[in-house]
């Protein structure tokens, strides 16, 4: 009976299959250039072992329970305390990933008669937030700050007349951009509005002190900013920084805080060892940094293009079947690379999504830029 039930969900495969879009778990396996873990902090010593005192400390794996009941542990308190004196917020809460914040915050924060105005390319889970609130919500162009104006303007012709929010990526995570923050920040000023930027991929490896780019912004009261901790950072869950005043609102309406088990004690741990790793280490950074900077070298010398100038290196290929194939023969010679495809980026830029980490050296690089530039013209479009 049930099989008659499931051809929906064969032919919504098939379809994906025939477009070049169907999605399979691979294996890891040869040089890392496509996972988040700039700092190569995920398979560090220091963490481990930060990892098994607290172990032996007694700090338990899981929490028991939500944030509001028992779930609360010391570990929670304690890191959160310490990231908002790193990242110089006023409160910080913990959430279990950065996806849950994110969703979280856009889903309780703006209210009935606000505006969200998100960048065209910020992340599946601010718009994913967003759809589950009151808020009205509507797209800018891409890194275009007079286009964020432009919509709050009309909006206000319009008779809105409620707060204006920003959302944005300081590093978009698909082309390795940087969003024009000071300018953003300016337009929320400007109209009484809230930014929102969401660093995952600068913290911990761009900014001041690995702070992240909106460091620079002073910590004002009417911007948020989410720092999570499974990429550089090398653990797992996310660090929303804001007014104490939101972080109290969203503990008490946030559905996605009240209703979840709260994140591992355990993880908690960690995530406080690897900002403590970064001011104890910054030679890491430093490494980091000199890495990237010689992987978009070797991108310009190779492919021919300019590179983004971060540690996000898309390479733009455009159709989703040979997009796929380049990356499986650079997999079979032991370069990890994996295809984006849309729906995560827009239709007709499938791409090759490199990733500079400090698991991979200067050689490796080099040699995997001139295998892609070779595989590349033998896949011809």
């Keep these: 009976m049930m099989s008659s039930g499931l051809t929906r969900y064969e032919t919504t495969l098939a379809g994906l299959e025939r477009k070049g879009r169907?999605?399979?778990l691979i294996d890891r396996s040869g040089?890392?250039?496509?996972?988040n873990d700039y700092l190569a902090l995920a398979g560090s010593e220091r963490l481990a072992a930060a990892i098994a005192s607290a172990v032996q400390r007694g700090v338990p794996a899981g929490a028991g329970g939500s944030r509001l009941l028992r779930g609360n542990h010391p570990e929670h308190e304690a890191l959160e305390a310490e990231a908002a004196a790193f990242f110089a917020a006023e409160r910080?809460?913990?959430f279990g990933s950065g996806y849950a914040a994110n969703t979280a915050l856009f889903s309780t924060l703006p209210q009935r008669g606000d505006l969200v105005v998100h960048?065209?390319?910020v992340h599946a889970s601010a718009h994913e937030g967003i759809q589950a609130g009151k808020a009205q919500a509507v797209a800018a162009a891409h890194n275009d700050a007079a286009s964020f104006e432009q919509a709050i303007k009309r909006w206000r012709a319009d008779g809105g007349t409620g707060h204006p929010w920003i959302a944005v990526e300081s590093l978009y995570s698909m082309d390795g951009d940087r969003a024009p923050l000071t300018e953003l920040a300016a337009v929320a000023e400007r109209h009484d509005g809230f930014l929102v930027i969401d660093e995952a991929h600068a913290t911990g490896v761009l900014g001041r002190d690995g702070r992240g780019f909106a460091a620079d912004l002073k910590n004002r009261a009417n911007v948020i900013v989410?720092?999570?901790c499974g990429k550089a950072l090398g653990v797992s869950g996310a660090l929303l920084g804001a007014s104490a005043v939101l972080c109290d609102y969203l503990v008490n309406r946030a559905r996605g805080f009240i209703y979840s088990t709260a994140p591992s004690p355990l993880m908690a741990a960690a995530v406080r060892q690897a900002l403590a790793i970064l001011v104890d280490e910054p030679q890491r950074r430093a490494d980091?940094?000199?890495?990237?900077r010689f992987a978009n070298s070797e991108l310009t010398e190779k492919l021919g293009d300019a590179g983004s100038g971060s540690q996000i290196l898309p390479v733009l290929i455009g159709d989703n079947g040979r997009a796929v194939r380049i990356a499986a023969r650079m997999r079979a010679e032991g370069f990890d690379i994996r295809a984006i495809r849309p729906p995560t980026v827009p239709e007709g830029t499938a791409r090759l999504r490199i990733a500079i980490t400090?698991?991979?050296?200067?050689a490796t690089i080099s040699r995997m830029f001139t295998r892609l530039a070779a595989i590349i013209n033998e896949e011809k479009p």
């Design 92 to 94: 910080v809460l913990y």
């Design 358 to 362: 400090l698991n991979v050296d200067r």
């Design 31 to 35: 040089a890392d250039f496509s996972s």
């Design 226 to 228: 989410l720092h999570t």
């Design 288 to 292: 980091f940094d000199a890495l990237r």
């Design 119 to 121: 960048d065209a390319l």
């Design 22 to 24: 169907r999605r399979v």
